[in-house]
């Protein structure tokens, strides 16, 4: 069975917590089959477009979470042992079904960056404000809010 659709926006809420706007429904690709092994699975791709957060300049960008995933279902994780590579295991609820929408928001979960920043080009921080290596002078020369703990310690 395949299906290609849409999924609403708003029916992706935790996405949605995760991100700072949500900018248009989810592009869903599945298909659903019997293996030759006669292993179910759930087969698909996933695209969304999502605003978040620069990092260093603090300003929101558009990036587009593009997910692809190959489940095949299992009643416990212990079976999971079993599945070929290529498979990755999703468990059953206790009526032998998956929340394919949950499967789907968390696989967009998971493909957000660690990290979200600007590609260097589109940033407005300037290499100038960015500090590697030795700190500047005037941070140089603050006094350690720590320096106390060690009077403390040798007393």
């Given at each position: 069975?395949?299906?290609?659709?849409?999924?609403?926006?708003n029916?992706?809420s935790?996405l949605?917590?995760s991100?700072?706007?949500?900018?248009?429904?989810?592009?869903?690709?599945?298909?659903?089959y019997?293996?030759?092994?006669k292993?179910?699975v759930v087969?698909?791709t996933?695209?969304?477009?999502?605003?978040?957060d620069c990092?260093?300049?603090?300003?929101?960008?558009?990036?587009?979470?593009?997910c692809?995933?190959?489940?095949?279902?299992?009643?416990?994780?212990?079976?999971a042992?079993?599945l070929?590579?290529?498979?990755?295991?999703?468990?059953?609820?206790?009526?032998?079904?998956?929340?394919?929408?949950?499967?789907i928001?968390?696989e967009?979960?998971?493909?957000?960056?660690?990290?979200?920043?600007?590609?260097?080009?589109?940033c407005?921080v300037s290499?100038?404000?960015?500090v590697f290596?030795e700190?500047p002078?005037?941070?140089?020369?603050?006094?350690?809010p720590f320096?106390?703990?060690?009077n403390?310690?040798k007393?």
């Open positions: 069975m395949d299906y290609e659709g849409y999924i609403s926006a029916l992706l935790r949605g917590e991100v700072g706007q949500m900018l248009g429904d989810a592009q869903v690709t599945l298909s659903l019997v293996d030759p092994q292993l179910t087969k698909g996933a695209k969304v477009d999502v605003e978040l990092q260093r300049c603090s300003n929101p960008f558009t990036q587009t979470l593009d692809t995933f190959c489940f095949s279902p299992v009643s416990n994780m212990d079976q042992d079993n070929p590579e290529i498979y990755e295991p999703i468990e059953v609820d206790s009526f032998g079904e998956i929340n394919l929408l949950d499967m928001e968390d967009f979960i998971l493909s957000l960056p660690l990290v979200p920043m600007h590609t260097d080009e589109h407005e290499e100038s404000e960015l290596g700190l002078e005037e941070l140089a020369k603050k006094p350690n320096a106390i703990l060690a403390l310690k007393n």
